[in-house]
């Protein structure tokens, strides 16, 4: 059996099982996994996206004095007749809008009111924050909670799942393994397709084990460290700092690849910081481009057939 998986893996039946495996794993989890790959390459660069949402309030174009807040209440309220001023947020930049918080029947709106001529300027909602914090939450519980959580570590295990069961199927023989890391040229768009789906599949391995353990760790933290205090019981004097704590601290850090908006590597912002975040996005792609090359398989070899 070890000759047979060493020159000609093709024919062994455990191969063909894990083939299976492979398969309904992917397409059972396709859309989840799709979703999460394309999701989490976005928020590689949430402090970007961040900084991006912030707008600065508009500057007053009026050579007129300032005005004073009861000034700028009374001109809000004339605006807004029925709403109570609930907050008055002056920038640190005088000739900047001032931000006022209107409240009526349990509800806030919050608007920019010109700081000299009491006029409003516009919305002050953080709608582009409101939006990046959304697709946070719909990444990490799917805006379900604790629920929403339970899904990804189930989600995150069938990715494990499918990258292992992938080594063994990618496996091509001891004679031809070497080509199965590249993309050969005058083959048909079948054989290409099978190829470039072999090859991402080998050199996104690594990252994709990564995302999928430090996935299912942030999905289900309380049971990881249950178990390392079974194995591991903390100190009485309750300030070591063990080796596995620190090993869940840097799982947790390696499925976003930064460490307090930085890149792992890097000292700060620059080059390093940017190409950190670009490798990890580009490999946090690489599940949803095996779900497509896989479905193309798949149809290729099943559907197209029955149809």
């Not at 690594?206 to 079974?230: M, Q």
């Not at 912002?269 to 497509?292: I, Y």
């Amino acid at each position: 059996m070890w000759q047979r998986w060493i020159r000609q893996p093709q024919r062994l039946r455990l191969r063909k099982a894990l083939f299976q495996v492979h398969l309904w794993c992917g397409l059972g989890f396709g859309l989840y996994v799709l979703f999460i790959s394309v999701t989490g390459s976005v928020l590689v660069y949430r402090n970007e996206l961040y900084v991006a949402a912030i707008h600065d309030p508009p500057a007053s174009q009026s050579t007129a004095p300032l005005l004073s807040d009861g000034d700028l209440a009374a001109a809000a309220e004339r605006r807004y007749p029925g709403y109570r001023i609930e907050n008055l947020i002056r920038p640190p930049d005088d000739a900047q809008a001032v931000e006022i918080w209107l409240e009526r029947d349990g509800g806030t709106t919050k608007r920019y009111f010109d700081a000299r001529d009491g006029t409003d300027v516009g919305s002050a909602s953080d709608t582009g924050m409101w939006l990046v914090t959304k697709l946070i939450e719909l990444h990490s519980d799917l805006l379900s909670g604790p629920t929403g959580r339970r899904i990804n570590g189930i989600g995150a295990l069938a990715m494990l799942l499918s990258a292992l069961t992938g080594l063994v199927i990618w496996w091509p023989g001891i004679k031809r393994w070497r080509r199965s890391l590249t993309l050969r040229r005058g083959v048909g768009w079948r054989r290409f397709n099978w190829d470039l789906h072999s090859m991402i599949g080998i050199w996104s391995f690594t990252f994709i084990v990564i995302f999928a353990v430090s996935g299912l760790y942030l999905s289900t933290p309380e049971t990881f460290h249950e178990w390392a205090d079974r194995i591991n019981p903390p100190s009485s004097a309750g300030h070591n700092v063990r080796l596995i704590d620190t090993a869940f601290s840097w799982l947790a850090f390696s499925h976003f690849g930064r460490i307090n908006g930085i890149g792992l590597p890097c000292d700060g912002p620059g080059l390093c910081d940017q190409a950190t975040k670009a490798v990890w996005a580009v490999f946090g792609l690489a599940p949803a481009a095996m779900l497509v090359t896989g479905s193309i398989m798949w149809w290729n070899r099943v559907l197209r057939h029955r149809r």
